[in-house]
């Protein structure tokens, strides 16, 4: 079985420019998280979707950063404009089930 | 969610039980206990989780004390690849999915 797979693996921008990052949950899976991992930190739940639908965006911070999964499989975060602070792992999830969560290898971003 | 209380780091030889405990003191009725590890460079993966009972799967054991206030992961014969973070989560499971907050975990080092 696949598992979750995320694009890029790494990325360097510049503060105030935009980046987007890629998911692909593992087939049929319905629920699909985006989480944010500061170095030296737990990750920390940015949005759930249940298929295209968002169940959960409050810490998102939506000046900046939008997500979405138009067809109910793939999902895509954006960041405009990036700040210093945004430097971090954006893991992705995807789940069957109320249990257990599938993680994907994460996107190491870079602001400079 | 119960705010849960890990230890920031171990230790433990190989070949060895590692016991990993956890304190969820304010743990609701409904709330589930969920541990997850974190190897380097990797994103989270799901070990165990339990309500009630302990549970024992291939990866790990959850003893869970008679009043819920504390739990214990127990990985039998701890290896080399066992080294990692390892966060105990307790969450209400709900149907529309499972929003897992991570703490700062416990840091496991396996020891030849």
């Known amino acids: 079985e696949a598992g979750v797979a995320q694009s890029p693996r790494y990325k360097i921008i510049e503060k105030r420019q935009s980046v987007a990052f890629w998911c692909n949950p593992i087939?049929?899976?319905?629920?699909l998280y985006w989480y944010q991992q500061i170095l030296g930190q737990g990750p920390k739940l940015l949005i759930q979707f249940q298929n295209n639908g968002v169940v959960d965006d409050s810490q998102l911070p939506k000046d900046r950063f939008s997500a979405e999964r138009l067809k109910g499989v793939d999902s895509t975060l954006k960041i405009q404009p990036a700040k210093l602070e945004d430097s971090a792992v954006y893991l992705c999830?995807?789940?069957?089930?109320?249990?257990?969560?599938?993680f994907g290898p994460g996107t190491r971003l870079t602001v400079l | 969610d119960a705010k849960t209380t890990q230890p920031p780091s171990m230790d433990c030889a190989e070949g060895r039980a590692a016991n990993l405990p956890c304190n969820h003191s304010?743990?609701?009725?409904?709330?589930?206990v969920y541990w997850y590890r974190q190897i380097h460079s990797q994103g989270p993966q799901y070990i165990i989780h339990?309500?009630?009972n302990n549970e024992t799967n291939e990866m790990a054991s959850l003893i869970i004390t008679e009043d819920r206030k504390s739990s214990t992961l127990i990985l039998p014969h701890a290896t080399l690849r066992d080294t990692a973070v390892y966060y105990c989560i307790v969450r209400v499971a709900n149907n529309a999915g499972n929003m897992l907050t991570f703490g700062g975990g416990t840091r496991l080092m396996v020891k030849p």
């Open positions: 999830a995807s789940s069957l089930d109320r249990f257990e969560q599938f």
């Open positions: 304010t743990i609701s009725g409904n709330e589930y």
């Open positions: 339990g309500l009630k």
């Open positions: 087939s049929g899976h319905a629920t």
